[in-house]
Structure formats: C-alpha cells, structure tokens
C-alpha cells in the first residue's frame, strides 16, 4: 500500500492545474489508505523541536502541578486529562497515556471552553502551532472540496467558528509491557481531519484495505493527514476513516516515552454531516443516518470514556 507524500506548497503558491492536481493526489490517498503525508508545510524542524522541548517540559511537571490544569467536568476537551481515562471504543482497558488539550484561541472564549494557562512560554508556543495548524487545515479542506466536485471554500462557513483541538500526548516508558491495554487502542478520529506533527518513537500503525496492520514511518519534515469519521460520513464513505493504534515498544524502544502532536480539525456544532447529495448514488447507496457534528462528538466522546 502506498503512503503518498504530497507538497503543500502546491495548493498553496501553484497556478490553478497544481491545485487541481495536488486536490486529486489528496483525493487518491484518502479514497485509499485514508493517510497521506506532507511536506511543504510552513514549520521547520526548528519550529519543531521548540514545540516538543515545551511539550516535554509540561509533561515533567509535578502531578500536582499537572492536576491543576485539570479541568472538572470539561470532558478531557481543556487541560490536563491523567492516565487510565480515555479507551478507545469498545474497549475497557485504558489507553497507556496522558494529555494535554487546547481549542480556539479566540480571546471570547470563556467557561469550559476556555484554555487552561500552563506558563507564558508554553501558551505563546502553543498558541502559534494552533493557527498556523488551523490554516494548513483550511487549504487541505479546500482541496478535499475541489475532489469532491464542491465550491472550494465549502467548507469555511463551518469551520470558522468550529471547534478544532490541538492534543499533546504523553506515552510513558515500559521497561516492563502493562497488563492490560496498549498506548492507543485501535480507533477512528472523530473529526474531519487530523494533522500529527510526527511523533517522538515509532508505534503509529494503520489498518490496510485487506486488514494488515502496517507501520507508518514518516521523516521528522512532514505532517501526517488523515480521515476522520466526520469527513467519512459527508462523503458517504467514499473518503476512509482508517483504523489506527499506537502500539507498545519492544526491544530498547520500551525505555523512551513517545510524545505525539495531534491536530484534530473540528467544524462548528450544528455542522450537518448528513451525507453529501453528489455522493450518493445508486452505486453508492447512503450508507450514513443524519446527525449534526455536534451530536456526533457527543455520541463519540461517551464511546470513549470522556463523558
């Protein structure tokens, strides 16, 4: 199965065949594997390795200090959510990690939704990687509209005001494998799209059309994409939302933690994911009930152990 690496820098600087062409190669991958990687992305590895020092350094944190940005009743959506909390769907063993969780930088933002400060260098960080991940993620919906035969701004209505989460995930070392559970169960995104700056270790592997478990290598310049159920859905499966998992290290890869940078692209609540009209066919029967984002997150996050 092949892993396309796709240049950015072609929807982004190229005339419109690039961005017709560089719109199909998406369309390709996410009709396929449903991952693809990217490169032409903006962050340097500069860019990166100062994102991951500050990540580390809130991970050492004290637990106390930890808990204090946790945020009670919030649903793992703002803060600190610890160990042994989040599963993935039918599952009841735990995922073997921690997080930390930001939405929209708006400055309105208040109540639940609102971040929790860690310290001014953390939050500027943060804060930059969040829109400069937001923007990246508007070109790549603007291409998935171009495939999908849709006004190429489509989707900005939804995702102005949308509801899109940055996760750093913590997976500690096991000298000694756990009992139960690996650091991330076999699982769907919940969202549109996902963008991970690419994590510390290995471990990420995804579920290939004839049921293979295949790791996925990329090399540290690029953003891994992905399908989520969201997008899925609008398109009546015609994009895959792939099965994926973080398994457990072996051999001296169980002494080093693995840090992980999820950017998941959320559109506004009452978004309809009701499944596109060119999309259904009598090939392609409507394989999807009809449900807002927002009830769909609802559903999803009681699935896994966050409400």
Known sequence: MDIYTLDLRRMTDGDQS????????????????????????????????????????IFALSTEEKMACHVEGGMGQR???PFGVEHAKGETAPD???????GPMDADVRGL??????????????????????????????AIAMDLDLDVNFFDTYLEKGHSIFRAIHYPPQPEAPEEGIRAGAHED???ITLLMGASTEGLEVVT??????????????????????????SNGIFKSTTHRVVNPVGDKRYEPRFSLPFFLHPVEDMSLNCLPNCISDDRPK?????????????RLKEIGLM
Do not use: C
């Open 18 to 57: 690039e961005r017709t062409a560089f719109a199909a190669e998406i369309g390709k991958a996410f009709k396929g594997l449903g991952f693809a990687a990217i490169v032409g992305h903006g962050f340097s590895l500069k860019d990166r390795e100062t994102l991951y020092q500050s990540v580390k350094g």
């Open 79 to 81: 803060g600190y959510t």
């Open 96 to 102: 073997q990690k921690e997080f930390f969780q930001w």
């Open 113 to 142: 939704d609102q971040n929790v400060a860690v310290n001014p260098s953390t939050d500027a960080t943060i804060k930059e990687v969040y829109e400069k991940l937001e923007r990246i993620g508007y070109v790549l919906m603007e």
């Open 190 to 192: 919940i969202n549109l």
């Open 209 to 234: 059309a004839e049921g293979n478990w295949l790791p996925f290598h990329v090399t540290d310049d690029t953003l891994v994409i992905n399908v989520g159920d969201m997008l899925q859905r609008l």
């Open 287 to 299: 394989g999807f009930e009809d449900i807002t984002a927002g009830d769909y997150l609802t559903k």
